[in-house]
């Protein structure tokens, strides 16, 4: 069974081969291939959005405060209350 899937905006390469805002024929198994990294690449940013420093989006949260939530060390330094819930930090706990 053979898939029409119509791509708009976008090169898609394969085998030197570009195609653009034309119906491609694809397998099955290649729709399969498409979706499965579709999801994996939203998964891994799901990943990086849930790791990352809230405050800066640029760092691993290594640092804990008291309430629960974290930042990196250098933003955590920084505060004097958590950027989350706002409650005055006490005390960082700094995770290795």
């Given at each position: ?5 119509f ?12 195609l ?18 579709v ?9 990086k959005?849930?790791t ?12 804990v405060f008291?309430c ?6 250098l ?13 005055t ?8």
């Open positions: 069974m053979k898939i029409f899937v791509v708009s905006d976008t090169f898609y390469c394969k085998n030197n081969l570009c653009s805002l034309s119906a491609v024929q694809v397998t099955n198994n290649e729709v399969a291939a498409t979706q499965d990294i999801k994996l690449t939203q998964q891994l940013n799901d990943i959005e849930h990352s420093c809230p405050v800066c989006m640029d760092r691993l949260k290594n640092m008291l629960g939530h974290a930042t990196c060390q933003c955590g330094d920084r505060m004097t209350e958590c950027p989350i819930c706002r409650k930090v006490e005390k960082r706990v700094l995770l290795y």
